[in-house]
Each structure stands twice: as C-alpha cells, then as structure tokens.
C-alpha cells in the first residue's frame, strides 16, 4: 500500500511542456510529504520539488524553480508535477516519493519511493 506509481513521461522537444503524475496509496496521500526526484544517466539522484502534507508548501530546487509547478490532488490520491520550458538537461527518469518535505530536498527523508517514468527532451 506504500507503493507509488509514476506516470506521463515521454519524448518532447526542447521549449515543450509534460505533465507527470504520481498516483498515491491512502495512506501517503493523507498523512505524508510528497517529492519528485530524478536521475540521469551517470549523475546523482537529485531533489526536484516537493509539497508539504500539512499546508501544501512547497520547495523546489533552482535548477528548475520558475519552470517546474508541483500540486497535489488529495480527493484523487494523486500528486502531479507541471514542466514547462523542458530543456535536454532536464531530461531524466523522474521518480515519487513520499516521506518528509524539507528543504534542501532530500533522498533521505523519504521512505517509500515509485519505480520512476522516463522523460527525454530532445529535437
């Protein structure tokens, strides 16, 4: 039940926009923090956003702050992370998790991790 499940990923040209989703058990939905994460190939694990459970706060890193829009849906279980001006550096398997909503954004605040979603930019 803590198992999560990212969604939407693709293959979208440089300037475009894609819309992820994270499809949440009950449990993290109603009592966790929310994060996005993502990884290149041969880079760190890096802390995109996340929102806080609690008053929906949100963080997000500076490599994609004034791009990126993190949101969640608690009717729906579902968290959702709006990108907007994709560039080739942002491309990446993006990854939910759920756990505590701190800043800097964290790997090791967060517990309960999906599989991921390949994004790629690219023209």
């Known amino acids: 039940q803590e198992q999560l499940v990212e969604s939407g990923g693709g293959l979208v040209q440089p300037g475009g926009s894609l819309r992820l989703s994270c499809a949440l058990s009950?449990?993290?939905?109603?009592?966790?923090?929310i994060g996005w994460f993502r990884q290149a190939p041969g880079r760190d694990r890096e802390g995109v956003s996340c929102?806080?459970?609690?008053?929906?706060?949100?963080h997000y890193s500076d490599s994609v702050k004034g791009r990126f829009t993190m949101s969640k849906d608690g009717a729906a279980n579902a968290a959702y992370l709006q990108m907007n001006g994709l560039t080739p550096e942002d491309g990446a398997v993006y990854y939910c998790?759920?756990?505590?909503?701190?800043?800097?954004?964290?790997?090791?605040?967060?517990?309960?991790w999906g599989q991921g979603t390949q994004v790629t930019v690219s023209s």
């Open positions: 998790a759920a756990g505590a909503c701190y800043f800097p954004i964290q790997e090791s605040e967060y517990d309960h």
């Open positions: 009950k449990f993290a939905s109603d009592w966790l923090d």
């Open positions: 929102i806080r459970n609690a008053d929906g706060g949100t």
